[in-house]
């Protein structure tokens, strides 16, 4: 399942639709309350693996599964000599700067 995504602006016109007296300010207030109640929540950790294919520079997150991913933490690679190699663009906090780090 797909993860559908409004903006604030979208949902106002959805609901002023229903109730055309509803002020924007309200709406907006209500979307910020929401977002605080899903920040409660405790956060879902998946873990997957996937064999890499030679040339093919991009790889899909769905495998069928009601799983929607809308962060990823980590991702490896696994080379030949059998060492875990990170993929330097999500873990930017550990990427070296210079050689001296």
């Not at 409660?40 to 030679?54: I, S």
């Amino acid at each position: 399942m797909a993860a559908i995504e409004f903006t604030a602006k979208e949902i106002y016109s959805r609901v002023k639709q229903a109730v055309p007296e509803v002020s924007e300010n309200y709406v907006v207030n209500l979307i910020n309350e929401a977002l605080i109640d899903l920040g409660q929540y405790n956060l879902k950790t998946e873990y997957a693996k996937t064999n890499l294919v030679n040339g093919q520079m991009w790889y899909g997150l769905d495998d069928d599964r009601d799983v929607t991913v809308n962060k990823v933490y980590r991702c490896s690679v696994l080379n030949s000599d059998g060492e875990y190699i990170k993929i330097p663009r999500l873990v930017n906090q550990e990427t070296k700067i210079t050689d001296t780090e």
